[in-house]
């Protein structure tokens, strides 16, 4: 077979090489890695008992296998050329560059050259040419041999262990009929299968859904005509578009024998209506067009136009197909964590078996691990902040990680990629040891540019409503605040249909989903018809009905152990009873009027749809927290600011927060002084609420969600409140405030410049974990040009001692556990038996396992409240973090301890928010009269 060896990268071409060496020389072969390897992919010492039937057994002595892959292969003359250049060169290093020059490497006996490039065979030809200049070439050579491309494939037909290893870059034109001929066993027989599935999932994918950010008349708009690539910024602070980041890994050879320090796992943050999934279903797109855009025979209509239209997208947005054919898995981890519900022991293989299965496919798991084991594919594992419940998310991380130390120790070639919020998360993928990309709000003008992107996808055959929406885009776009809530694919989306349908713009992002909500309704009404006329006069019955269906799912999620929460179909109709009856309808009427208003809901807002059988949910999440919002902020303010009290802690239960005191900010303008002051109760009505922040760390995500932007002096109270996150222990929390200090004190408004200057100067000064906090938020800023660069300058002046950075010591020094580091500040904290016992239980659970160092310089304690979490917090520690005794005696500990203790600390810190945030609240008291008959319907 004459085989696709172009699409090899350079160093996936010096990897096939060095393992047809091996399997051409025997063991004597050592092969390098990247980097300076002196011009050697492998060297061998050639000897009668080390080579087998092949051609080399005359050689003796040390030889080079030397690889040269040509990226864009010309005419077998130009090959020829090129290749003696490079031989040349290459054979000239072992010439001594005069008499006196000892540094010139010892030159080898023997030489193979391999290369990528066609030759001609023809006496006079490339192959004589490339011959004659090893052979006269004055380093000497005894024996020497031509890989040319030709001779590869039959090297590669010869070895089927290293034609099964790259199958995925080499197999040449309609990949998936050839399997048979490149793959042996029941891999071979899976192409079919596989053929059908890329297919139907290229046609099915293309219609974008909601949640994929298209809010109406979703069948006219198509994944690859709205299609972007996402800006993320990695951990250590770089910038990259993240499809493109993940295609250009994912074309390595990612093997545990042929990676090398290439990351195969990888982890996509992102808030909601981000783009995290879309993020996956581009990728997936891509690796399918991969394997199916060469098909020798056309497929379908649907189809063939679904290839044609990915492929244009990809060009334009200037990326190119995968070179390496992955088969792209999607596990939506919901729908995974339900499953194994069901089933324990049920394996990842064994689900995506099920997959095909579902899909008429007669395949077996068994054939399915044999495939997985020996060609490339890709596993996108999708929203694991959609499994909230404790037990759920541990069984689907341990599924997820037995799969993974398999692949790595059978040397799979695999790509995994994670997409989940960021609250919450606490690299519960360590077996991956993942890359953390996460995403960035879309700038002014990617938003502007998205936005653009779907109108002309709309309304690509109504060139005058194209026309006329894009005017009114370009007139929002100069209003300040509308570019603020275009940072995420969703919002742009809600947006573009704000516009279209209301011409106008809201202020909020609560507004943005309301008016949403409230553009839908008045559309859906304005139809002819008795269902409208249903809309138009029981709105305050719909509206209920759906805020407690908000509510109820998001409760029943978190709480229930089934990750994708629904309800069944007839609790709609049975909630529109329930409501008419207390508002005392007639009740002959009642069960009519229900049926109606249930018919009008599904058929006509279609907010909820189909999920899993007859079974009920949203279509997006964030307007099921939305309703949830609504739910949550309906009746006196007193029971709503004490079920808020409840939730804001809570990473789950995060966005619905918000947007519940966006709600309360915007419709109770009356009470804004008091809603302020609620939060910042938060910081001090209870030990741990203090200790952690619970006030300035909700007061930091309602600055960054633009919450009382129309208002400077609510701005500045927040902001105040905010800042006195600097006086605790720093958090992660504390790189998000650094953002928003950045902007305030670089912004126009003095007054709120000095909130930020007095709170870092006064702190700075102050010594301890306050002038650690500080340090925390300018840690960034020392670089820059603005104002904020000046400020970081001048606390971090060496001459003022005390506050600068100590950055001569990088990561060394002695590491111990935080144990050890914690036992003098234990040992003065005079712990009674009873506290004593249940520290050393902490100990044993937690703390011996969290290594730090001994004495950390306060460069090393901002790295570790930043840094990943690199220890799993285990069952029996976060039981213990939950226990109020052990919150109190934690806190005693870290408010007692020195600054040299600090990166312990910090860490035991970060151990409690984590516990403390992943606690179910759902069901707290205050929340008892909110969704509660959602509670008794479903759960019974």
């Known amino acids: 077979m004459d085989y696709d060896l172009d699409r090899l990268g350079a160093m996936e071409f010096e990897h096939m090489v060095q393992a047809l060496a091996i399997a051409e020389l025997g063991i004597s072969v050592s092969t390098f890695g990247a980097g300076a390897d002196g011009g050697r992919e492998a060297t061998f010492d050639a000897g009668p008992s080390n080579h087998g039937a092949n051609d080399f057994g005359s050689w003796r002595g040390y030889g080079i296998v030397q690889a040269k892959s040509m990226r864009f292969p010309r005419e077998p003359a130009a090959n020829a050329t090129a290749l003696v250049a490079a031989i040349e060169q290459e054979l000239n290093r072992f010439l001594p560059r005069d008499v006196k020059d000892a540094e010139a490497p010892a030159p080898p006996r023997n030489y193979i050259i391999a290369t990528n490039a066609r030759l001609s065979a023809t006496p006079g030809g490339g192959i004589d040419r490339v011959s004659d200049t090893l052979r006269l070439h ?14 590869l494939c039959r090297l590669l037909d010869k070895h089927v262990g290293v034609r099964k290893a790259f ?5 040449p034109g309609d990949v998936l009929t050839q399997l048979a001929e490149v793959l042996d066993g029941s891999a071979s027989r899976v192409g079919s299968v596989l053929k059908i599935h890329a297919a139907s999932q290229l046609s099915a994918k293309e219609a974008l859904k909601l949640e994929t950010g298209e809010i109406s008349e979703a069948n006219k708009v198509r994944l690859s ?15 990259l578009m993240v499809v493109d980041y993940l295609l250009k890994a994912g074309d390595k050879s990612l093997r545990n024998s042929h990676r090398g320090e290439a990351p195969y796992g990888f982890v996509v943050l992102g808030g909601p209506g981000q783009g995290k999934s879309t993020v996956g279903q581009i990728l997936a797109q891509s690796y399918r067009i991969g394997l199916l855009e060469n098909s020798t025979s056309p497929l379908t209509p649907q189809v063939d136009a679904a290839i044609r239209a990915t492929k244009e997208c990809l060009a334009e947005l200037q990326l190119d197909v995968p070179r390496n054919r992955r088969w792209p898995v999607v596990v939506e981890l919901a729908a995974f964590a339900d499953a194994l519900a069901e089933n324990s022991l049920l394996t990842v293989v064994e689900y995506i ?92 003008a990617e938003g502007a540019a998205y936005g653009r992107r779907i109108i002309r996808a709309k309304y690509r055959d109504d060139p005058e409503t194209a026309r006329k929406v894009l005017r009114d885009l370009e007139a929002a776009l100069q209003q300040p605040h509308t570019t603020r809530l275009m940072r995420t694919p969703l919002q742009v989306s809600i947006m573009e249909f704000l516009l279209e349908e209301l011409a106008s713009v809201p202020d909020t992002r609560h507004e943005l989903f309301d008016g949403y909500y409230r553009a839908i309704y008045a559309r859906e009404s304005r139809k002819a018809g008795w269902l409208g006329q249903l809309l138009r006069t029981h709105s305050e019955q719909v509206d209920w009905v759906h805020e407690q269906i908000g509510f109820g799912l998001q409760r029943n999620a978190e709480l229930s152990g089934e990750a994708e929460a629904s309800l069944p179909d ?28 249930d018919r009008a809901v599904k058929q006509r807002l279609v907010l909820l749809v189909a999920r899993r059988g007859s079974n009920l949910s949203f279509e997006v999440r964030s307007l099921q927290e939305y309703m949830a919002a609504r739910a949550i902020t309906t009746g006196p303010a007193a029971r709503v600011y004490e079920r808020l009290a409840r939730l804001a802690p809570s990473a789950y239960w995060r966005n619905t927060c918000l947007l519940a005191y966006g709600r309360l900010y915007t419709t109770r303008e009356f009470e804004r002084d008091a809603l302020l002051e609620r939060i910042r109760r938060l910081d001090n009505d209870s030990t741990v609420g203090s200790f952690v922040g619970y006030g300035s760390r909700l007061a930091i995500d309602l600055l960054d969600d633009d919450f009382g932007i129309a208002v400077p002096a609510h ?8 800042m006195s996150q600097i006086g605790r222990w720093p958090g992660p929390e504390l790189k998000r405030l650094s953002g928003i ?72 020094g002695p590491v111990v556990s935080a144990s050890r580091v914690l036992q003098s500040t234990v040992r003065a904290a005079r712990f009674s038996p009873e506290e004593a016992l249940q520290w050393s239980a902490l100990e044993e659970a937690l703390l011996d396992d969290i290594t730090t160092f001994a004495s950390a310089t306060d460069s090393e304690s901002i790295q570790a409240s930043r840094r990943d979490l690199d220890w799993i917090i285990s069952d029996a520690a976060r039981r213990l973090l939950q226990s109020r005794e052990v919150q109190d005696l934690v806190i005693r500990v870290c408010n007692q301890s020195r600054g040299n203790q600090a990166a312990a600390v910090i860490l035991l810190r970060r151990a409690l928010v984590t516990v403390d945030e992943l606690v179910p609240r759902g069901l707290d008291e205050d929340l008892a009269d909110v969704g509660q008959e959602i509670a008794r319907g479903w759960n019974s």
């Open 138 to 151: 004055a380093v000497g050579l005894a024996g020497y041999a031509i890989w040319h491309y030709e001779h």
């Open 167 to 171: 199958a995925g870059f080499v197999t």
């Open 225 to 239: 005509e709205v299609a972007i690539d996402l800006p993320a910024v990695t951990t250590s602070g770089n910038d």
């Open 353 to 444: 078996a099920t997959q095909l299965r579902s899909q008429g496919a007669a395949v077996q798991a068994g054939a399915v691990s044999s495939w997985l084991s020996t060609w490339p594919w890709l596993l996108v594992l999708d929203g694991l902040d959609e499994v909230p419940a404790r037990t759920s998310r541990d069984a689907v991380i341990a599924a997820l990680n037995d799969l993974i130390i398999e692949s790595r120790l059978d040397n799979w070639d695999v790509m995994v990629v994670c997409t989940t919020r960021p609250q919450g998360y606490s690299d519960e993928f360590s077996e991956l040891n993942a890359r953390q990309l996460e995403l960035r709000y879309l700038s002014s």
């Open 570 to 597: 007839d609790a709609v109709v049975d909630l529109f009873r329930k409501r008419l009856s207390e508002q005392e309808f007639d009740q002959k009427d009642i069960d009519r009027l229900s049926a109606d208003l």
């Open 715 to 722: 701005r500045r109270s927040l902001l105040t409140l905010a």
């Open 741 to 812: 200090a950045r902007s305030a004190i670089n912004g126009r408004d003095e007054r709120t410049a000095e909130i930020v200057r007095d709170n870092l100067y006064n702190a700075s000064h102050s010594g301890g974990r306050d002038r650690l906090g500080a340090l925390a938020v300018v840690h960034d800023w020392e670089r820059e040009s603005k104002i904020s660069g000046q400020v970081a300058k001048k606390l971090l002046d060496p001459f003022q001692t005390g506050t600068r950075l100590d950055r001569r010591r990088d990561a060394s």
